[in-house]
């Protein structure tokens, strides 16, 4: 794409990303309300409203780390035919990669301080029915809750036992459903960071490849000098062989003369 696509491709990504943002601090004032409400009815439509919101933003952050590699991808090829708009297109991107990994860290310490919310309502819960719990009781039941390990020596009514119970599985659901999405970002974070890798091995293979051409360059013109400096060599001692040539068929020559005209007389 040309320098004024770029720009228009760059400033849509740049939209999309703040559009993310708004999604993912309305999933925040979302998890925060479910945390007080009472009504089944209510955290059930507030858990469906989140879910979607969580699927709009990971399909969009998806299609948005596809678009800020191909940019980089095109970058990396443009560095090799010097292309003058090279340094505008880097800084650009440069900023895309940033917004883009910063909505993904918000995003999952969201998530991470909303699961850990949830798990404290786990642990009241679970104290409430079992008071005498050791903290290594309560995180392996935080683990793998089960109905079996709930009931057992408990001081509460069956009816209490059940209403604990049901309260624990919504928030362990929370949980899972979390941990979820939280891995969906960090495949994410690892694939933008990969890429940065391999365009990084790229460069240095590039980078290598000149090197190997500049010191071939440097062997030839050695070379090269040292052929100037043997022709130049070459026909001094050239021109000396002639000179002696020339100086001694000279010296010949007055010799015969010296001989003949004194015969002569």
Not at 63 to 69: L, M, N, Y
Not at 130 to 138: C, S
Not at 222 to 237: C, G, H, P, T, Y
Request: aromatic residues 6%; glycine residues 0%.
């Amino acid at each position: 794409m040309n320098t004024s696509e770029f720009l228009n491709e760059t400033i849509e990504i740049e939209r999309n990303i703040d559009e993310i943002n708004l999604n993912i601090r309305q999933i925040q004032t979302i998890q925060t309300r479910k945390l007080t409400l009472t009504s089944e009815e209510q955290e059930n439509t507030f858990s469906q409203e989140r879910n979607r919101l969580t699927d709009i933003i990971l399909k969009s952050l998806t299609e948005t780390k596809d678009r800020i590699r191909k940019i980089e991808s095109e970058n990396i090829n443009l560095q090799k035919i010097n292309h003058p708009d090279v340094t505008l297109r880097e800084n650009r991107h440069a900023l895309l990669k940033r917004k883009f990994t910063n909505a993904l860290n918000t995003y999952r310490e969201i998530e991470d301080t909303y699961m850990k919310q949830q798990k404290d309502k786990i642990t009241r819960q679970y104290q409430l029915v079992y008071p005498e719990a050791t903290e290594e009781e309560v995180e392996s039941y935080l683990q793998n809750p089960n109905e079996k390990i709930f009931f057992t020596h408990s001081t509460l009514g069956i009816e209490d036992h059940k209403e604990a119970l049901a309260e624990v599985q919504k928030r362990y659901d929370d949980i899972q459903y979390i941990e979820k999405t939280i891995a969906e970002l960090l495949k994410l974070f690892d694939e933008i960071r990969l890429h940065v890798e391999e365009a990084d091995t790229s460069i240095q293979e590039l980078e290598t490849t000149a090197e190997e051409h500049v010191v071939e360059m440097e062997k030839a013109n050695s070379i090269l000098e040292a052929a100037v400096v043997d022709a130049r060599s070459a026909r001094n001692k050239k021109w000396i062989c002639a000179s002696v040539t020339l100086v001694l068929i000279v010296i010949l020559i007055v010799i015969l003369i010296l001989i003949v005209i004194p015969t002569k007389k």
